[in-house]
């Protein structure tokens, strides 16, 4: 009987670490809530404020779908756009399944390829999105950051993470200054098998579309922004627009931390934590969380249809 190579009992240890963490992070908030109050709460949500918000959440699949087309498109070949919705749907449904984004990510990948980009191509592409993603992230959230502190007079309840995160934002600007300044410094010193990478960065932060794509990025992170603050609606919860601008975006980059499934138990922390900012109790946060976390569990499980589906084996072509 052969013995588990250290790498095969990493790849199990992490997905089943992650499921741990989500489950002990739910458990001990669900202990700290009222149960009765927060079912109440989640029967007066109307058709009309889950319909609108599920729909945000699929006009963001649309769109970062089709910044991924964009970005496929500077790399090498475009996809086009129904087969790249098909295949985000795809990862999303992967995502939302399992413990981990790889197999989602791994989907998108061979799923290009099947399109006819080459396997480099297909992980650039996605590699890309995914940094776009935080980046895009992160600054949506500083800009909350930011409001909270400068609006309402309140730092969010985790030591220095306005600090922290600006710092991420800035010293990832400063390198992408610097990048462009002295790329061939890069290629020298970063080993051969992150040249592509390289070239790939260059080929976006050189290109017309740059701005125009991140500022695409902040719109799709602003439509989780705009989704939840339609609950809070549906809910009758003291938060207005403004508040929401500034307590939602935190809370969405500290659940992208990968340490759990799907950012459950992180987000409802978070939640908790941002919204006492403005007096919502820990009740009535946790179940906007929780209801939030299952619209896009119900956008994630639809994208199993598309898994089920039969696969396209046409070839790409431009929109």
């Known amino acids: ?186 290629v020298r010193v970063l080993p051969a098998k992150l040249h592509a990478l390289n070239d790939a960065l260059g080929a976006f932060l050189n290109h017309r579309r740059m701005l125009g794509i991140f500022l695409l990025t902040l719109v799709i992170h602003g439509l989780s922004v705009i989704s939840l603050e339609i609950l809070v609606l549906g809910l009758d919860l003291p938060l207005d627009w403004g508040q929401a601008a500034a307590a939602f975006p935190p809370v969405l980059l500290i659940a992208m931390v990968p340490i759990s499934v799907g950012g459950w138990g992180l987000r409802e922390g978070g939640m908790i934590i941002s919204l006492a900012v403005f007096g919502i109790g820990t009740t009535d946060a946790a179940t906007l969380s929780v209801v939030f976390g299952l619209l896009q569990l119900v956008v994630g499980l639809a994208g199993g249809v598309f898994v089920l589906s039969r696969p396209h084996s046409g070839k790409i072509k431009a929109l």
């Open 1 to 186: 009987m052969t013995t588990p190579s250290p790498r095969a009992l990493l790849r199990i240890a992490i997905p089943v670490l992650k499921v741990a963490v989500a489950l002990g992070l739910v458990i001990w908030i669900a202990r700290r809530i009222d149960f009765s109050e927060g079912w109440a709460a989640v029967q007066t949500l109307s058709a009309t404020t889950i319909s609108v918000s599920i729909f945000l959440l699929l006009l963001q699949a649309l769109l970062s779908a089709w910044r991924w087309c964009l970005l496929s498109d500077m790399i090498g070949q475009r996809l086009k756009m129904s087969g790249a919705m098909k295949l985000f749907m795809q990862s999303l449904f992967y995502n939302q399944a399992l413990p981990s984004p790889i197999p989602g990510d791994a989907a998108r990948i061979f799923g290009a390829v099947k399109y006819g980009l080459t396997i480099g191509e297909a992980t650039l592409g996605v590699v890309m999105d995914r940094i776009l993603t935080l980046f895009g992230l992160a600054v949506v959230a500083l800009i909350g950051l930011v409001i909270m502190r400068g609006f309402y007079g309140q730092d969010f309840p985790i030591p220095y993470l306005v600090e922290l995160t600006a710092l991420g934002v800035a010293g990832t600007v400063a390198s992408a200054l610097v990048f462009s300044w002295r790329r061939q410094f890069f």
